[in-house]
């Protein structure tokens, strides 16, 4: 087994372990594994599987990250290709002092912002990921969403031999374009949704469809060229928005899990004077307040449900 090892200095304020809860949403996640103090990854370079262990040295306000990086065969400039995913993971390129200069003048935001300092927005690591996560996930539970992402994963991603036992990156595209449908039904996917997944694998790996070309739209125009893909509507194409292009001005609005979130922070979690009951017109009106940040107040009650739920400090 072949190493690298090298650092990361993210700008401050950062928390690994809040920023990688954001990425592992449960527990059961078996891509993004945490063990309390070591982040760990299987990721591709090159077609190469590829295993990145990162752990944060020092403070949140003064923050280094050691990345050691193992593979059987360590593929050529593996150290700038995973610096560039790593980026993208964990949002290290992502600067979010105006967020924070926001929820300082917001009486509701600001003890949410100031339970959270640290975190930073991940970004899914590839497009293909992002929309696969969206799918999987539309109308079950976070749990049973899990669930069958680890179970895709086993089925269609290259094993990576690991003394914990074999570890897999997230499935390729050109991996799950010959991925047998059965074999991902298996999986615990519906049919639709499997043919959906698979559809979308052959479109990305062919090239007809890029993040860099989505880059260049705006929301509108890159929702809708999302929602002309099998398998995606609205809340879908705001989460590919959100995860995948990292467009933080969006709350994706259909997500129930995420309103239910923001409703009962607003009613019991929120500081005084926040409404009994919030309606829709209120919940409305506080997203299109935050607009240049929804998203990241998205990920904020992402963090506050695991809060409440035990998981993080």
Known sequence: MHTLTYTLNPVPPFRLDLTVWVLRRRPSNMIDLWDGRIYRRVITIKGQPVLAEVEQRGSFAAPELKVILSSE?????????????????????????????????????GPLAGKFVGVRPPKYST????????????????????AVLNRFTEACGKPFPHPEGLLRPFPE?????????????????????????????????????????????????????LRKLPGIGPWTADYILLRGLGRLDIFPRKDSGALKGLTR??????????????????????????????????FHLLLNGLYREGYIQ
């Not at 949002?91 to 967020?99: E, K, P």
């Not at 997203?287 to 107040?297: E, M």
């Open 73 to 109: 065969r360590m593929p050529d400039n593996a150290g700038g290709s995973s610096k560039y995913i790593l980026n993208r993971l964990l949002g290290l390129d992502v600067t979010i002092a105006g967020f924070y200069d926001m929820a300082a003048e917001d009486s509701h935001l």
């Open 127 to 146: 497009l293909f990921e992002a929309a696969a996560n969206g799918i999987i996930g539309q109308q079950i539970s976070l749990f049973a969403a899990m």
């Open 265 to 298: 922070w607003l009613k019991g979690d929120g500081p005084p004077g926040a409404p009994v009951d919030p309606g829709p017109d209120f919940i409305n009106q506080a997203i299109s307040r935050w607009r240049p940040y929804a998203g990241l107040v998205y």
């Open 173 to 225: 595209p050109s991996d799950v374009a010959l991925c047998d449908l059965e074999i991902m039904r298996r999986s615990g996917l519906s049919t639709n949704k499997a043919k959906a997944i698979s559809q979308i694998a052959r479109i990305i790996a062919s090239g007809d469809l890029n993040r860099g070309e989505l880059e260049l739209m705006d929301n509108e125009s890159a929702s809708e060229r």
